[in-house]
């Protein structure tokens, strides 16, 4: 597996719902967020993907699992791994960090397809491969 | 002014935040649910305008007042009038209500302005405009 | 299995994203109105799980596959289903239709847990297992 | 008036809609942001408030101008000045700016109000008035 990419978010307040914690859709936004900078790291950046390569990557299947709770304005650490790519789609893993705080808040897994501006399946290229298994 | 459209919407968990009441942002929301059923109330979808008509309508001002919470599960419903339509922009005004409770709980006031799929501006044909007024 | 509860919900304009289809975060705000829809349908109301009850339901683990894109616009039916309740969390089973399209868009399971006002374990009574069995 | 407090938020997916820009509720949220770090950057935090002193400041009136579009993945400076603070009432002015391009891309003003828990009207205290108009 490859190295994680951890990515900085705190909590805003229109995130939190009337339990007083994250409304759990939020993790998802999270995950994204996540990714972004998983791939930039890597020395591309998904908006180039979309506009240069006529590249989507729309999510087709997610899990994610909550183990504590985040509450507002905390400051969290969303790691990033990939977990697999093939020549037509890439999974990632996620895990949510808060510090002083023992094992993640939450976890998660996300594949994403590869696809064109009309949605039909593309393969990934070699070197995108490369780049994101490093 | 035109006739009012009425739009039911209920408040989802997602809307609160931990004041326990709608997040404020939400209405624009809200708004917008109401512009759109405005409009298909007058026999055009903004669907089609925007893949058959090329038009866009983005926001390009906006404000709203808020006089009293609105909570959770809420069945509110929203009435949306045309303000005013030129050849260029449509404003709209919003009013967001709750059974039994006397006056409205949010009023706001949107205009949009008519772009094509690039951002230019474009004019409103006259039979839209004379929906719109109708 | 218990019957399912079907809601209906439009496609926001808010709720979609650059890739021109509906963002997939969303769908777990959907599968929460069906939830809601869905104990309601049972003779009783979160709300009122909350506020009376001392009840909080928080998500503790959820996943879901994404068949087919949504658009916006689309009025789409969330069913809803029953998958398990034991006295300390509760299984949603959730798929997503557009009339005129075979097969669900969307599927998805969500598995929530019983806790109170400061998160601790609760028991659910057997008065509410029951309806919601039912 | 105050100086400016310069927060940066980078445009996520999510935060897009179908237009290819960010919907405009979205800068609603990172004017909240600014709020925040704004209150922050003068020694108090808005949780504290929350938590320790039972303040808290829900939206009363809000506007903006959208003068020109942010897209996905800009990284954007947003400024927050405060406008005026009476014993009731804060008010905020809002500039989100984009490195590179000229002037503000939108500019706002918040009101918030000053209540308890329970949505009572509290005053704001001699202190925190002296740290915001710091």
Chains 1, 2, 3, 4 share one sequence.
Request: a neutral charge; proline letters at 4%; aromatic letters at 10%.
């Amino acid at each position: 597996m490859s190295a994680a990419t951890r990515s900085q978010v705190r909590v805003r307040y229109a995130e939190t719902d009337q339990m007083g914690i994250t409304y759990h859709g939020v993790y998802f936004v999270w995950f994204e967020v996540g990714r972004v900078e998983y791939i930039r790291e890597r020395g591309v950046t998904y908006r180039d993907l979309e506009e240069k390569e006529d590249l989507r990557l729309p999510v087709i299947d997610v899990q994610a699992r909550f183990l504590k709770p985040s509450f507002y304005d905390d400051l969290l650490e969303i790691h990033t791994r990939l977990a697999e790519v093939t020549g037509v789609r890439i999974g990632f893993e996620h895990e949510v960090f808060r510090e002083g705080t023992p094992g993640p808040l939450a976890t998660g897994r996300t594949v994403v397809a590869a696809v064109d501006r009309q949605g039909r399946p593309r393969r990934l290229g070699e070197e995108l491969r490369r780049r994101l298994e490093s």
